[in-house]
């Protein structure tokens, strides 16, 4: 089959790879129907998550149809349209059952080597390296998917292969956010970043009741989607100061959620930013913090400030003394993916979410690298290249 | 130099060296427990009946039982249980496990106390290869994570 491989920092090629096969009672295999480039997979790209090796297939967002099952597997059967949650999870460890799916901890096959990085083993995931499995990705024809009847959701009639995609990742990464961070009604919300996951964090949080949500980003065309879309405010951080902007929407108090979903590549055009690309480019610091010191410095006394973005090591100048002095409280996780799943179906289906506008971007798999070098750039506006097998 | 400045320096250079000296007596107590006294262990999400059925553990456990001494017991939260492992303390034991399993014997007490957790909560070891790739050019960065692979459950 043909699939999208990482051959090393910044290349990308199509090749010609081995078809998956089951390995495990409990595998399914997917016929791959739409799968979308995400901006974590640009620190991949990129070279800031050392673990990739030259071959690897990319791609961890996508939906499909089940052409293949294993004998364990009960809750789908072969034809069935499915998303396919990023994160591999058993669902039977102390931590699934506690709905910390991410956490999970048998579906990580490397574990030694997160445990050598960050003590312990987080979940598996497609397409993302081999300290989170080594699993191929799903920019490719076919995938393997392990534990499918915890991983694989069917996609209700009525709801288009467009939308349902980011029901994969984007929608419940961005829930996840608002709801651990504990949005409630009545909150005002603050969100760095307009991306897909930015934007899904935004809807969340008015779904979940908030009064007023702002999505900081430097992108037009995508704090349009923003205003237009999600039915959010937006501020653009290279033309207003965030800090004192969000202290005047918010009475002085400060946003009582702070949710980061920029990532270890964060742009600023400020000192600090420029710092944290010089000590990351000397190998000084592995990612760059810029949006969470601002998150955490514009979070309210005793609010909450959840981490989305995705970080692989260690950050420099980390307001620690912010958070102890403000009481607030710190949250992070990978997607909890299939506590979420289920219900944000179900609001795709009525409409109460909207995903497809993200997917700017529609393309055949062979057109992956030029796909990826859009969304890398940024260019015609793109905020997801989504591929077409 | 001014007063206050020498103040600094010797206030700064004494807390150093008060944490240099922690750190080496901390260092050297760590050391007194060997690798090979060690317990590892995983916290199963199961009775202890579960994992232990007539004193027979799952394969991969049960695979290098000879060398090992193995412990249960329950964990704080009620419902799961912990399962230790560490070599037995002879040197038989090291040479043995190391001769079955072509492993360190401390990746190999790892890597089967994961795979008997997970038969016990799942039913199955879960696998990755053989996996779709694309060509594996040898690089030397590439070589390094196919090592970290290779050892990545012990």
Request: proline content about 6%.
């Given at each position: 089959m043909k699939a999208l491989c990482?051959?090393?920092?910044n290349k990308l090629q199509i090749e010609t790879v081995d078809d998956p096969t089951i390995?495990?009672?409990?595998d399914v295999i997917v016929k791959v129907l739409l799968s979308t480039t995400c901006g974590s997979d640009l620190h991949l790209l990129g070279g800031y998550?050392?673990?990739?090796?030259?071959?690897d297939v990319l791609g961890h967002e996508f939906i499909g149809e089940i052409v293949e099952r294993g004998p364990?597997?009960?809750?789908h059967q072969l034809g069935d349209r499915v998303v396919v949650c990023s994160f591999i999870s058993c669902g039977n460890c102390w931590y699934c059952q506690n709905d910390?799916?991410?956490?999970?901890?048998?579906?990580?096959?490397?574990?030694g080597i997160p445990e050598a990085l960050w003590g312990q083993a987080p979940g598996g995931c497609y397409g993302y390296s081999h300290a989170l499995g080594g699993f191929a990705g799903s920019h490719a024809e076919y995938i393997r998917v392990p534990y499918a009847d915890i991983g694989a959701f069917p996609i209700p009639d009525g709801v288009s292969n467009e939308r349902a995609?980011?029901?994969?990742d984007a929608a419940p990464t961005g829930w996840m956010g608002a709801d651990l961070a504990g949005v409630k009604a009545g909150d005002t919300v603050a969100v760095w970043g307009a991306g897909g996951v930015g934007q899904m964090a935004a809807r969340a949080a008015m779904l979940l009741g908030a009064e007023r949500v702002v999505v900081i980003d430097r992108y037009p065309e995508r704090l349009a989607q923003v205003r237009d879309r999600v039915g959010a405010e937006t501020l653009d951080y290279t033309n207003t100061e965030i800090l004192p902007e969000l202290r005047e929407l918010t009475g002085g108090r400060g946003p009582d959620v702070c949710i980061e979903a920029?990532?270890?590549?964060a742009h600023k055009g400020r000192i600090d930013g420029v710092y944290d690309q010089i000590k990351q480019q000397l190998r000084l610091?592995?990612?760059?913090p810029t949006a969470v010191r601002e998150a955490i410095m514009a979070a309210k006394k005793g609010g909450s400030v959840f981490v989305l973005g995705v970080f692989g090591g260690f950050v420099d100048k980390f307001p620690l003394g912010a958070v102890m002095n403000k009481g607030l409280t710190l949250r992070s996780a990978q997607q909890h993916g299939q506590r979420y799943i289920p219900q944000l179906l179900e609001r795709m289906a009525t409409g109460e979410l909207q995903t497809e506008?993200?997917?700017?971007h529609t393309m055949p798999l062979s057109d992956a690298p030029k796909g990826y070098a859009m969304f890398k750039n940024k260019?015609?506006?793109?905020v997801r290249a989504v591929f077409k097998p | 130099m001014p007063k206050l400045t020498t103040s600094a320096l010797t206030i700064v250079g004494g807390v150093a060296a008060a944490l240099t000296v922690d750190h080496l007596l901390q260092k050297r107590s760590v050391q007194n427990k060997t690798s090979r006294e060690r317990w590892r262990a995983v916290t199963v999400l199961a009775s202890p009946d579960a994992i232990s059925r007539d004193e027979e553990y799952p394969a991969p456990l049960q695979a290098v039982i000879e060398f090992l001494d193995v412990r249960t017991s329950p964990a704080p939260d009620g419902v799961s249980t912990e399962l230790r492992a560490r070599l037995k303390q002879t040197k038989s034991a090291e040479a043995g496990i190391r001769k079955l399993t072509g492993l360190a014997p401390e990746s190999a007490i790892r890597a089967s106390l994961r795979d008997a957790k997970q038969i016990v909560e799942t039913g199955e070891v879960l696998r990755v290869l053989p996996r779709p790739e694309g060509h594996r050019p040898a690089t030397p960065g590439g070589v390094l994570v196919d090592l970290a692979e290779q050892r990545a459950k012990g």
């Open positions: 990482w051959t090393g920092i390995l495990n009672d409990h998550v050392p673990t990739m090796r030259a071959g364990a597997v009960s809750k910390l799916f991410s956490l999970c901890d048998n579906g990580n096959p490397n574990p995609v980011f029901a994969s920029v990532g270890m590549e610091e592995t990612d760059r506008h993200l997917a700017t260019t015609d506006g793109c | -």
